[in-house]
């Protein structure tokens, strides 16, 4: 039996979503819990990794179990067990052509940033802001990114075969002081939105110019950009498994 | 010289406001950090005490100190060595007549409780209910705690000179499957608001009656309310220096 489940995780309570030794992670928690429950050991495959404070509403992860459980019994007696700060909304029996990774077509990540006043109950939840920034020059800034582009300067990764991506749209939500940036694209490099989101900013405070986003990106250079925005701000929302 | 400060709080991240041996609380951390930039020890007084893991975007304290330092700069300063989880939003000098907790005239509090999916990052901000709640009913029942009333059966203190409270509003604000409870009064007990959402939640689930509230408060009596709600979804948002 191969399982789909959506898992939705404050990443402020772990060290990321990968398993590692002797750290508390979103896998370390679903495995050990799953493992538990169906009395054989479950191993999870995410569509992808989450750094160390980075949120998700929509990370969908399979695993293979030899158990069948229905899978709304299945999402009450999880849900239970791994409260308060990883939630599964929904789970499903899938067909093993499915790979949470491998079958995925695209993403959605949101990156939120508030230019209001400090609150402290919000700190693990946005990135604050209080240089001055120019919404209409970020908004410009934007259009360039959308589109198929070699973002090889707005990635970490070394070793990648290509680092061509196409990013299908890139909108910024305002309401009041909070501005939320929601980017679709067929692949997402290590870092990638939130070098994205950190060059953004650049621009809307003055210091690189609308202009320089596009050289940037045909200078196919990672040192142009040595900026990361924080890991806080940054929520996985959907796997796209339908082709964008 | 004596200063007077709005101080707001994420509670999940304290034992409380305050001071206690060898736990962190909200009075420590401004006690330690206000000794550090004055120079000289300071003792805060609070307008009153929350519990642990109550939050609070209204709290007001004061402390004396012989160091003058320029409200704005105390402010910027204290901040930064504060941050992430208090931030104090206004410091001002008041004369010396002016204590936080003795010249309260009032306080508003908030308690946010969600009927709808439960959302991990949410969690040490609203109370989640998922018992199907009649909302009607709550508002009738909120309308007999509204008033001058002697409020015995719905407080733990035991040593008080009256139980005798008045309550200037209680409103419901529903915005999506978000219930915001907001009460304004002269003064509230050890657990009062909690034990008062508690028992409106009863109402809302049919386990006691609309009538049984002015039923409760005439018993005078500790016993016919056991219940408390959690702290997690209580926030202190306002006191007031002014009558109400």
């Keep these: 039996m191969r399982y789909k489940m959506v898992v939705a995780y404050d990443g402020a309570f772990f060290h990321g979503f990968q398993r590692q030794t002797n750290l508390i992670s979103v896998q370390s928690v679903l495995e050990d819990t799953l493992t538990e429950i169906l009395k054989t050991e479950v191993i999870i495959h995410g569509s992808g990794r989450t750094d160390a404070l980075v949120h998700a509403y929509g990370q969908v992860v399979h695993f293979d179990s030899t158990q069948l459980v229905p899978p709304k019994n299945l999402k009450k007696i999880l849900n239970k067990k791994i409260y308060p700060h990883i939630y599964v909304s929904d789970i499903e029996l899938v067909d093993e052509t499915f790979h949470s990774r491998k079958s995925a077509k695209g993403k959605e990540y949101h ?25 209409e020059k970020i908004k410009k800034a934007m259009t360039y990114i959308v589109g198929t582009h070699d973002f090889k300067s707005l990635s970490k990764n070394k070793e990648l075969k290509t680092t061509v991506r196409t ?16 980017i679709i694209g067929n692949g997402f490099m290590y870092n990638m939105v939130r070098i994205i989101i950190a060059l953004m900013l650049k621009v809307g405070e003055g210091k690189l110019e609308v202009e320089d986003v596009p050289r940037i990106l045909e200078a196919k250079n990672r040192r142009l950009v040595p900026w990361v925005a924080p890991a806080r701000g940054l929520y996985l929302m959907k796997v796209f498994y339908e082709e964008i």
């Design 111 to 135: 990156y939120i940033v508030d230019i209001g006043e400090y609150d402290p109950l919000q700190n693990n939840y946005v990135l604050y802001h209080h240089n001055r920034i120019d919404l």
């Design 167 to 182: 990013i299908k749209s890139f909108d910024l939500d305002v309401v009041g002081t909070r501005l939320t940036f929601k």
